[in-house]
């Protein structure tokens, strides 16, 4: 089996299941402890913790605090919910291609909401008009379904100039490219830079004021009641540890696959800007392409059909629709998601399998 699907999950680095392992100890160990308690298991378990914690916070712009939460989409909805007053009516002004976690959570704010509309190449302009008292601009720095790099420092300055805050969802970027400088807000996720499920963190500049979304123990500064667990924990930090040290090799030996695999598909079309993206994701379509009958006949390949939503529901995918895509365009689409354990060898029996395949569709 050929795992292509990174923007889904990226596997769990040898080294982050490693320094998991230690905290996952039974009665016989001293791994076990909470790390809210005073005594020596809590303390050392803690110190995991806060160990962690300084790893995941070299991902960000210094000038600002780790909260852990159970995963990126808790850390959008602190952001979100947190930072909105109630009864706050001012706007907020969301991208086109933003994530559910956004899209569907400022919907709730029970406030207005902008969105801002990208081109064809699935970029939004850093001069796009933006609402009258706007309080929160969310734009992500590289979308999860074509890969796109926004420019989100740039929007983040505008946001600041009329006064409201600019969250950034770095989910898709973390430990892949620099962080958002700009941002007052970022969200990201483990499991998305090679370390365990189950963990993100949200970053908050200092003099970001939130309200907390979980109360209870008042854990994390208040912010996020609940007992951490410091195997989780241990290996995001370890993760972003590897991240920022692998980030130029792991960034050239996927430059190295998507040259290749790009140079084998000449019959497919990409999906958004070829140069302002990530290039560990490559979203291509095929004109009549049956995306269903595609992955029915290569179950050896582990990726993504681009045309459906995260719920599954087979409606056009709201980010190839953005770009202008037809809903036959978009259901034509698949997306392949590669990086720091995929092979050279891996990726062209990828492309050979799927034009193999394809060109099968044709003669049908």
Not at 259 to 275: I, K, Q
């Amino acid at each position: 089996m050929i795992y292509c699907d990174y923007q889904a999950t990226t596997p769990l680095a040898p080294e982050a299941r490693e320094a998991m392992l230690p905290w996952l100890d039974g009665p016989d160990g001293t791994g076990f402890g909470n790390p809210h308690s005073p005594h020596r298991f809590g303390r050392q378990a803690a110190a995991a913790v806060e160990l962690a914690r300084d790893r995941v916070a070299a991902l960000f712009p210094p000038g600002g605090r780790v909260i852990f939460t159970g995963s990126a989409t808790e850390a959008i909805n602190l952001a979100l919910r947190g930072s909105h007053p109630p009864g706050d009516a001012r706007p907020v002004a969301v991208s086109a291609i933003e994530h559910a976690a956004v899209l569907d959570t400022a919907r709730a704010l029970r406030c207005p909401v902008e969105i801002l509309p990208v081109d064809r190449a699935g970029l939004v302009d850093p001069a796009c008009g933006l609402p009258d008292a706007v309080r929160l601009v969310a734009v992500m720095q590289v979308n999860n379904e074509i890969g796109t790099i926004q420019p989100v420092d740039a929007l983040a300055r505008r946001a600041k100039e009329l006064g409201a805050l600019f969250l950034c969802d770095a989910v898709q970027g973390a430990g892949k490219l620099a962080p958002p400088a700009e941002a007052d807000m970022i969200a990201v996720s483990a499991h998305k830079l090679y370390g365990p499920k189950g963990i993100g963190a949200l970053w908050i500049r200092d003099g970001v004021v939130l309200e907390p979304l979980l109360t209870g123990g008042g854990q994390e500064q208040g912010l996020r009641s609940g007992t951490l667990s410091p195997a989780l924990c241990a290996g995001f930090g370890v993760a972003a540890r590897l991240s920022t040290e692998l980030l130029e090799n792991d960034a050239q030996h996927v430059e190295k696959l998507w040259a290749r695999v790009h140079s084998l598909l000449p019959e497919w079309e990409l999906n958004g800007s070829a140069d302002s993206r990530w290039h560990g994701n490559l979203n291509i379509r095929r004109e009549g392409l049956d995306v269903a009958r595609l992955m029915s006949d290569l179950r050896t390949i582990a990726f993504s059909a681009g045309s459906a939503c995260a719920s599954g529901s087979g409606r056009p995918s709201h980010v190839l629709s953005a770009l202008g895509l037809s809903a036959r365009q978009a259901k034509s689409s698949i997306r392949l998601g590669f990086g720091r354990y995929t092979t050279l060898d891996e990726i062209e029996m990828v492309a050979e399998s799927l034009n193999a395949a394809a060109e099968r569709q044709d003669m049908r």
